[in-house]
């Protein structure tokens, strides 16, 4: 069984600050890690995966996130935010032997404050 | 190139009634994954489609919820007897394979509201 948890519903940060979005996971099997953002009344996009590989991957739109083994986590960062990156967040675990359907957490909404 | 698609964009309908929302995935997708998008529940795995085999429908909640994949392409998510618990908006993601941690590509969904 697989599960994720988002730290924190909602994030406010001022413009041109650090992003810091908290993601832990817990997986029996190597898992696949994922961001995704929501922006109102769309669809997912997604930022950046994790499969295999090299532990620190990056992103659209300036984001990047580390997968750490050790600590179960898959933080997501931004050095700078912008208003534009105002929006809903979702960190999502999937795995190889279970069709690789996503898990998700229950999102972090970030606001930019100008 | 076209994206996914979904239809309708809103459906509103009065409980009890049967609804069916549609899926159309990215052409040479081979995987097709419906998940649903609640205030009370964050985002759920309903059921998904690999290829030509049989679905894997752990995710649905209820035998009122089924689905179908007609010719590996086009997906119809069927809801019977609506309850104004299954207000929610129904995401549709299609995938190139269902393996290897491969990207899932979301629909704009469907907002079903049940009065």
């Known amino acids: 069984a697989q599960s994720v948890t988002q730290l924190g519903s909602h994030v406010s940060v001022s413009e041109g600050a650090l992003v810091l979005l908290r993601c832990n996971y817990s997986?029996?099997?190597?898992?696949?890690l994922f961001w995704y953002v929501q922006y109102p009344n769309q669809g997912l996009q997604l930022l950046l995966k994790?499969?295999?590989?090299?532990?620190l991957v990056k992103g659209i739109n300036g984001f990047e996130a580390e997968f750490k083994k050790s600590e179960t986590s898959f933080h997501l960062t931004k050095p700078s935010a912008h208003m534009s990156d105002a929006a809903e967040y979702f960190c999502?675990?999937?795995?190889?032997?279970?069709?690789?359907?996503?898990?998700f957490g229950g999102g972090t909404r970030l606001m930019v404050k100008p | 190139g076209a994206g996914v698609s979904q239809s309708p964009s809103n459906k509103v309908t009065e409980k009890g009634k049967d609804v069916e929302l549609r899926c159309d995935p990215i052409s040479g997708h081979t995987a097709l994954y419906w998940y649903r998008q609640s205030l009370g529940q964050g985002l759920e795995f309903l059921i998904y489609f690999q290829g030509n085999s049989a679905p894997d429908k752990s995710g649905l909640p209820s035998d009122r919820f089924s689905a179908e994949r007609t010719g590996g392409s086009v997906s119809t998510l069927t809801i019977q007897r609506t309850q104004q618990e299954d207000s929610a908006v129904y995401l549709c993601?299609?995938?190139?394979?269902?393996?290897?941690?491969?990207?899932?590509?979301f629909g704009p969904g469907t907002r079903l509201t049940v009065t």
């Open positions: 993601a299609s995938s190139v394979a269902f393996s290897g941690g491969r990207e899932q590509y």
């Open positions: 997986s029996s099997v190597p898992p696949y």
């Open positions: 999502a675990v999937s795995a190889e032997n279970a069709g690789n359907m996503l898990t």
């Open positions: 994790y499969t295999t590989g090299a532990t």
